[in-house]
C-alpha cells in the first residue's frame, strides 16, 4: 500500500515538473518574443518675439505578439527672454499597428542630422504667409467668426483628395495671407480607427513635428510647425457646414490684423468726426 501510494507520488510530481518545465519555457518564449524600448528627446528653439519654447519628449514602442504600440508623451514649456515661465503642456499620443507596418520615425521637428526645415513652415496649402495675396478682381469677404481678417475662396495648385473648398484670410489693409482653410463637406477616410488617419501622418511628415491631441471626444489635433505658426485638423464633425476642416496660421500675422483692424477704425471716425464738422459748420451758415 505505502509502496502504491509512492508510486502516485512520484508520478505526480513528475507531471508537475513536466508542466512547470514547458511553462518556463512558454514563459522564457514570451519573453523573447515580447520587447519594448524606451527613448526621448529634448529642443530649444527660440520664437521671433524672443521667447524660448523647450520640448521634451518620451516615447515607448512595445512589440506584444504581432503588434506594435508606439507611445509619446511631450511635455512643452515656453519661457519669455528673461527666462519667466509663460505656459507648460503636456499631451500624450498612442498608436498600434501590426509588426512590419510603416512607422513615422522621423525626429521630433528635425531632419536625419538634427537641424530644423524652417522653410516648412512657411505656407500651408500652397500659400506662403505674410505674402499679399489677390489682385483687382479677388472678392473679400468680411467673416462675423474672424472680425479682424477678409476672406476669399481660391484654388490651390495641388487640391487634396475629398476636399471641396478651399479659403484664405488676409489683413484687412495689406492682404497678407494669415490663415488658409482646406474643408471637406464629408468625413475624409472615416474608416481609420485602429491607425493614425493619414492626413496627420502626412502633415507630421510635412512639418517634421508630432501631432498633439486636443479634444477628448473629437478628433481634433493641433501642430506646432515653428515661428508662431500652426496647423490645426479637425477629421469629424468640424462645424455645421464641413465635416474635415484644416486649418494653418500665423499668430504673429493676426497681430497685424488686429493694428490694421484698428487703424482702419479709427480712420473711419476721424472721418465721421469731420464729416459731422461740415454739417454743423453748413447749417450753422443757413441759419
Request: a negative charge.
Amino acid at each position: 500500500m505505502k509502496e502504491s501510494k509512492m508510486k502516485v507520488v512520484m508520478a505526480s510530481a513528475a507531471v508537475f515538473a513536466v508542466t512547470a518545465l514547458l511553462g518556463y519555457a512558454a514563459s522564457t518564449g514570451a519573453e523573447k518574443k515580447d520587447s519594448s524600448q524606451k527613448s526621448s528627446e529634448s529642443t530649444v528653439s527660440t520664437n521671433e518675439n524672443g521667447s524660448v519654447s523647450r520640448t521634451f519628449t518620451e516615447m515607448t514602442v512595445s512589440t506584444n505578439g504581432n503588434m506594435v504600440t508606439e507611445h509619446r508623451r511631450e511635455t512643452r514649456t515656453t519661457l519669455d527672454a528673461d527666462g519667466n515661465m509663460l505656459a507648460t503642456t503636456t499631451s500624450e499620443y498612442a498608436q498600434s499597428y501590426p509588426v512590419g507596418s510603416e512607422s513615422f520615425t522621423t525626429p521630433v521637428r528635425g531632419d536625419a542630422d538634427g537641424t530644423v526645415d524652417r522653410a516648412a513652415s512657411d505656407s500651408f496649402m500652397g500659400l506662403k504667409f505674410g505674402e499679399a495675396f489677390g489682385d483687382g478682381e479677388t472678392k473679400f469677404m468680411n467673416d462675423s467668426d474672424e472680425p479682424t481678417l477678409l476672406r476669399a475662396a481660391f484654388t490651390p495648385k495641388k487640391a487634396l483628395a475629398g476636399f471641396d473648398d478651399y479659403y484664405v484670410y488676409v489683413t484687412p489693409k495689406t492682404k497678407k495671407v494669415v490663415k488658409v482653410y482646406a474643408c471637406a463637406k464629408e468625413a475624409v477616410d472615416p474608416g481609420t480607427s485602429w491607425r493614425r488617419h493619414y492626413l496627420i501622418e502626412a502633415l507630421e511628415k510635412k512639418y517634421q513635428t508630432w501631432a498633439r491631441p486636443r479634444s477628448w471626444c473629437r478628433p481634433v489635433y493641433t501642430f506646432d510647425i515653428g515661428s508662431g505658426r500652426y496647423v490645426t485638423a479637425c477629421l469629424a464633425g468640424s462645424s455645421r457646414d464641413y465635416e474635415t476642416v484644416l486649418v494653418g496660421w500665423d499668430d504673429a500675422l493676426l497681430t497685424t490684423a488686429a493694428d490694421e483692424t484698428e487703424e482702419i477704425r479709427q480712420e473711419a471716425r476721424k472721418q465721421a468726426l469731420e464729416k459731422r464738422r461740415s454739417r454743423v459748420s453748413d447749417a450753422a451758415d443757413a441759419f
